[in-house]
């Protein structure tokens, strides 16, 4: 029996904004399962501010998206044929099969996880890769202690919102940014922040330094531009800055910096980092995190997006701000 | 026997670049010495970039200094007269008694140096605050490791000149950075440096990338603006970034960073410090700077103006670039 696959390609790089040409959908027939190998139909597909910088082909900490082949991404689905001795259909199992339906691997970075109580997509939520890169850039950057401030951008977002309540749990003051009432509300009320400052009502500067009576001791960046312009200028003497995620300038021009000699009056320190280089800390975050969500301690919402076909116009969605909460393509 | 102290005030803050007449000259006299008091002849005054901030009224990591009253600064002297039972007259001491002739005392931040194998004017430089604050920044922040590329700017200055010749001997490629060809000369052939790059000859990009073919591990920034954005398009990953001075930026508007997603892409660390928060390492840094001039090992070129009323001419010529090595005033 053969079946269809069906792919969805990057056919050519942007030039300024990301666009649903960019993308090609494909149908591609599946060979037959070879020894060793192992194949799974993906259940959902993970959609991540990252993957606008793999379009460029700049220099940058990942090599970039070649053209013509299926765009990279995390998934969750099941196995569905196996001739691998780790693995047996019906196995859920987390992987980085692209945007497809279908994926076959000779195991290399597929994992079986247990959805009896964390959710599937969990795992590429709260107990995957977001979920794991609030947790390094809280504890390993930022490093908070109770009684400090610690505010973080895109904070009703997959990494953010984790960011937020791990914050909380530490002790501390913890203050979302985000787009509009509706996720203000929703980072305040469900994820139980202090505060939220909405980034569009058009005063950043003077809401910002309303939610942050004692100035700002860690901040964790997942959008740069005008918002870390903003946070800059409210930073404590010895602060640490997260730097995640830069998506203000993944289209077009680089955003510059305004100020940063408050780096050196303030004595801050400011770090980027990928989640993928530090390893070692997973198992220890995704214990933790796995828990909090078992346990109902930790929130997160999700948007999903119906069938792949669907998944180029919610990925140009996610870059514009328009997905609220973890953004996923449901293959149906 | 009343005698005349000169001094240096600050009498308006810089609208702008700094002037000559934002400093006026005094003659006050010298009132007699209380018990516990100690008066010392000062013979050099320290002028420093960081002095320029002090000048501003804006938020920093320090006090601005107040309008009306003698400039701060290092100094190294010699006790006249003592009325403090750890000092006596011949005691050569460094202090931080600014801008004027005459500094007294309760003993308070003055220390006894002995300069029988170190100039007394040293304890000003490479074994003084300069000093301390290139060796806290390569060894606390950059933590450099044989075989990696360390920059630094202002290199043939007070602290640059440091920070090169320690990197050097912890077996990294050491660049500097320094504007005209007779520093760049000097920071190569006297300081040791493996390679210097002249900012002022027109090609700073093309320079930089052809004296870090290896890229840059580490860099001391003693400069910012476009020194500092010419730099972060050479960083590596995991490049340390120790954040010292800002000087390009302290008359006038902000200077912006162009590409701050470097700092994401790259997973560098930009840190700011203040050597005097940091005194905890002082010991250790002095030991092993004292060591090295008193064995002619760590090198050193001092520009010395003569007589206090000079100073505030040869401070306007430091925030330019005229000095070349530590910038003193020799008070004669």
Known sequence: MT?????????SRPDGEARADNFRLVETPLAPLGDGQVR??????SLDPYMRGRMNDTKSYAPPQPLDEVMIGGTVGEVVESKHPKF?????????FGWQEYGTSDGTN??????????LSAYLGPVGMPGVTGWYGLNRIIEPKAGETVVVSAASGAVGGVVGQLAKAAGCRAVGIAGGEDKCRYVVESLGFDACVDYKAGKLHEDLKAA??????GYFENVGGEVLDAVLLRMNA????????????YDGAPLPLKRPALILTQRLKMQGFIVSEHLEDWPQALTQLSGLVAQKKLHYRESIALGLENAPEAFL?????RNFGKQLVKLI
């Open 212 to 217: 942050v009576p004692n100035g700002i001791d």
């Open 40 to 45: 799974v139909r993906n259940h959902y597909l």
């Open 238 to 249: 010895f602060g640490r800055i997260a730097l995640c995620g830069m998506i203000a300038g």
């Open 110 to 119: 597929l994992k079986v996880v247990d959805d009896t109580h964390v959710p």
């Open 88 to 96: 047996k259909a019906g196995d859920k199992v987390v992987g980085m």
């Open 3 to 11: 079946e269809q696959n069906r792919q969805i390609l990057l056919v």
């Open 317 to 321: 969605g996610l870059l514009k701000g």
